[in-house]
């Protein structure tokens, strides 16, 4: 990556990630008029009416594990001194905690006092159900990126935003690179002479690896081809409003690329995304696309040695939130909202951010709390780039889970001709927006 002399602002930054969530809040709802202003008078902090320090127990369920774990699990520690509440996490995948929501809430049961979110549709179609418990006065707007029309039901947020997870490209080790003499690809052609080039290295198993949870790293990895088309970022938000259909040429195109590299052997075996750092660490695999978080893994024994660059043609990067929510049915749910409102603080919020593999949605957390340098410098590359929501988060269900498993077939079988795969994801895509513009 190349460096710069010019001082990074957090708040033109991540400001531009909450404008650029502006863009589709009216695919996913009708919007709200904004929220009330709070009195709260301690500048960089939330601005709620919540009880700042209350007694009693709240379990968490997310989606960090392994060192992400560790991770929150000192956010836990810091609220739990602010507040003197006892907190108890519990992890589970993405799909575990979508699907899984959804069945308890539907039985009037809550999964855990405070539930950890990816979509904001999931967040709004579980308000409009009365699952959910108001959170608007757990965080002040003005001090934080995401817009809250993506989250709020008639004026009121359901959900309060953490970490933010910016998808940039490409991971490598520099030292990697030196060794072999190689360089970031310019265009598109370099980029496949790159791949030539690694998978020609004594000891590397493929160039790209193809990291697997429940089908969600593959979909990010699509979505950077999406995204390299024209008018890439246009072309991510018009299939999120269900105003670009999946048959569009230029997704078309997308698969087509994905499937070239596929039948040359360019992508790994498929493993779970995090089994898969630890090859991509012992360069078997040394380029992968990941987000944000990856400076954390335990697997990275040195950030320093981190570089990361976009999928050439690329003009437009993912930036995604990880949204508390409080379900109705909890046994102290203003314990649960005043463990929000101190997570989401800037206080709580720069723990993580020290540790490092964050980026905080609180525009409070002061820039100095990035100790690793790539983290400022993702930063950087996503002031210079426009900002598009991740589609299947932002869509949902069942749009979502289909897009996944389609996915994962397709790794499987990459020989299988697109067009029927594209057809049927068409299909389900413009079925689950219309269910929403029908909440």
Not at 42 to 55: I, N, P, V, W, Y
Not at 61 to 82: I, K, P, Q
């Amino acid at each position: 990556m190349r460096e710069s002399d010019t001082p990074i602002d957090r708040r033109t930054v991540l400001g531009g990630i909450g404008a650029g969530a502006v863009g589709i809040a009216g695919c996913l709802g009708e919007e709200g008029d904004g929220l009330e202003e709070t009195d709260d008078d301690t500048e960089g902090e939330t601005g709620g009416d919540t009880e700042a320090t209350q007694e009693g127990s709240v379990t968490v369920t997310g989606v960090w594990t392994e060192d992400e774990e560790e991770d929150f699990l000192a956010v836990v520690d810091h609220v739990e001194a602010e507040t003197d509440l006892e907190i108890t996490y519990e992890p589970r995948d993405t799909e575990a905690i979508l699907t899984g929501t959804l069945i308890d809430y539907e039985a009037g049961v809550a999964t855990a006092d405070i539930v950890v979110i990816p979509s904001p549709a999931r967040v709004q179609s579980d308000a409009e159900s009365g699952h959910l418990a108001p959170l608007t006065d757990t965080w002040d707007p003005e001090n934080f990126a995401p817009d809250p029309d993506l989250v709020s039901v008639d004026d009121e947020a359901y959900a309060a935003p953490f970490k933010m997870d910016l998808k940039p490209g490409f991971w490598y080790r520099q030292s990697f690179f030196d060794e072999h003499g190689l360089e970031e690809p310019d265009d598109y052609d370099q980029f496949l002479d790159l791949l030539e080039e690694i998978d020609g290295i004594e000891g590397v198993e493929a160039p790209l690896a193809s990291g697997n949870g429940d089908g969600w790293p593959l979909s990010d990895v699509t979505e950077a081809f999406i995204l390299r088309q024209e008018d890439g970022d246009q072309l991510q938000l018009d299939l999120i409003d269900g105003e670009a259909e999946f048959t569009d040429d230029r997704v078309v195109t997308a698969f087509e690329e994905i499937q070239d590299l596929l039948t040359d052997g360019y992508f790994s075996e498929v493993r779970d995304f995090g089994i898969q750092y630890e090859f991509f660490w012992e360069n078997e695999i040394p380029l992968y696309f990941m987000g944000s978080w990856t400076p954390t893994f335990g697997a990275i024994e040195d950030p320093e040695d981190l570089d990361v660059f976009m999928l050439p043609g690329t003009d437009a990067m993912v930036a995604a939130e990880n949204w508390f929510t409080v379900p109705e049915y909890g046994d102290d749910v203003e314990a649960a909202q005043a463990a929000v409102e101190e997570m989401v603080s800037a206080d709580g919020q720069e723990v993580w951010a020290e540790r490092g593999g964050f980026i905080a949605s609180n525009l409070d957390v002061p820039e100095d709390a990035y100790d690793v340098e790539i983290m400022l410098e993702l930063s950087e590359m996503a002031d210079e780039v426009e900002l598009v929501p991740d589609l299947d988060d932002t869509v949902g269900d069942p749009f979502q889970s289909e897009f996944w498993s389609v996915l994962t077939g397709f790794w499987a079988e990459p020989d299988q001709d697109v067009e029927p795969l594209l057809d049927s994801l068409d299909t389900v895509l413009q079925e689950t927006v219309e269910e929403q513009d029908e909440v």
